[in-house]
């Protein structure tokens, strides 16, 4: 059974180390898409969180009994079951924001972070380290998420949720609002973190 | 053989779990989005009437100025609101559910009207798939406060009853700030109120003074 320190080193991995947007490359449909604004993002972090937890949780109490076979079928059900959740609970209490999020809480299912983690760590790993894993990931996308958001918002719309940052006669950067401005401001991000952080020879993301 | 068909009740039973849970978090949530819902609507209605809500009405409230105030009559087979003052006789405005499609899907909006039909009073948009942002702009006030007060006329010809231009170059009465970035949304916006509107004027309108 893993003891504390690995506990927190698996923590560590997803957060920062083997981060999934920055160093995986994985669920940047998302990122380009929610982060023009912040309180789309801070929703969209919160249901990532709870979904990539859940569905790591569930995948890996099931593992001993789920035939190889269908695996992949069984991942996807709980995943999309509780996306659903989350969708029915921001649509029953969160009616604002579920209107600006439109149709992308429904679209958390097709994060590849969700099905990655279950399919990479979830299905090989006791249930505890598996519910740490899915949330130091999800928890490292929501970092890169807000980051960028923390770029966008305020030159796009010379706001920070909601609230002017910078003053009225600034020129808003049209190109922040849309994907291009997501784009390159995630692919600033890699290129930091490659610089400062370089692959590693042996590739230290298991699990 | 038997592996298979231990695979398929597996799946069965799993989906079967599932499919329960969500169908009981769906249950017991489906009062309060419907009166999310319905809130939301008579909440645009009350808006686009200009009729003064304040920050902190509750539900209860809402509803019971919405009955004081609003009546449902169905005109050619489409709905409308009318609203009326605090003596519940003089007529404040109507309330026109408008809907059309966007750029990637349907949009719903409602439109308040003047008594006399010359000219907009508010309007606010509810349903939208479009680009959070971007095209899901429309719903920022700034959108809908362009259209207060906007003169209206049946179409005759090619003139249109207002157009959008790009942001911030906006000159005439008729002429409102489409959203920069979004120039699909804008010009199916435009597209469809410039028809629902004209189709209230045209049919609509003449038909509500004929009953009252």
């Given amino acids: ?207 | 053989m038997k592996k298979r068909a231990l695979s398929v009740i597996y799946m069965f039973l799993i989906t079967l779990f599932f499919a329960s849970l969500v169908s009981a978090v769906k249950l017991m949530n489906d009062k309060r989005i419907e009166r999310n819902q319905i809130q939301r609507i008579q909440q645009i209605i009350l808006r686009v009437l200009e009729i003064p809500t304040q920050e902190q009405t509750s539900e209860q409230e809402l509803s019971q100025l919405f009955a004081d105030h609003v009546k449902e009559i169905d005109v050619e087979e489409r709905t409308l609101y009318i609203g009326y003052e605090q003596d519940g006789q003089t007529i404040r405005g109507y309330a026109l559910p408008v809907g059309g499609p966007g750029f990637w899907g349907p949009i719903q909006g409602m439109i308040g009207i003047s008594p006399d039909a010359t000219r907009v009073l508010g309007i606010a948009f509810f349903k939208h798939n479009e680009t959070p942002g971007l095209g899901g702009r429309i719903t920022e006030s700034w959108f809908a406060d362009q259209f207060k007060d906007l003169p209206l006329h049946p179409i005759e010809g090619d003139q249109n009853i207002f157009y959008l231009k790009p942001e911030g170059t906006a000159q005439a009465s008729n002429e409102l700030d489409a959203i920069t970035g979004a120039t699909n949304t804008s010009s199916a916006v435009e597209a469809f109120l410039n028809r629902e509107l004209d189709f209230f004027l045209k049919e609509l309108w003449v038909s509500v003074e004929e009953k009252e």
């Avoid at chain 1, 030159?155 to 006669?169: I, K, N, Q």
């Avoid at chain 1, 849309?178 to 298991?206: C, D, N, S």
């Fill in chain 1, 1 to 207: 059974m893993p003891n504390l320190p690995l506990k927190k080193e698996i923590f560590l991995t997803g957060l920062w180390k083997d981060n999934p947007v920055l160093r995986q490359i994985l669920g940047i449909c998302s990122t380009l898409a929610v982060t023009n604004l912040m309180v789309n993002t801070l929703v969209m972090d919160a249901g990532l969180i709870f979904t990539v937890c859940m569905s790591s949780l569930t995948v890996s109490l099931l593992r001993k009994h789920t035939p190889m076979r269908i695996r992949m079928m069984v991942q996807t059900l709980i995943i999309a079951s509780y996306v659903i959740i989350v969708d029915i609970m921001i649509k029953a209490y969160l009616p604002d924001i579920s209107e600006a999020l439109g149709p992308y809480v429904a679209l958390i299912i097709t994060n590849c972070i969700i099905l990655g983690r279950c399919e990479a760590f979830a299905r090989h790993n006791p249930p505890v380290a598996s519910f740490i894993d899915g949330l130091g990931m999800s928890l490292g996308y929501s970092l890169v998420l807000i980051a960028i958001a923390f770029i966008r918002e305020p030159l796009g719309f010379g706001t920070l949720l909601g609230f002017r940052v910078l003053p009225e006669g600034f020129v808003q950067w049209t190109v922040m609002i849309m994907a291009p401005g997501a784009f390159f401001t995630l692919g600033i991000m890699v290129w930091i973190m490659k610089y400062f952080r370089p692959q590693t020879k042996f590739g230290e993301e298991k699990g």
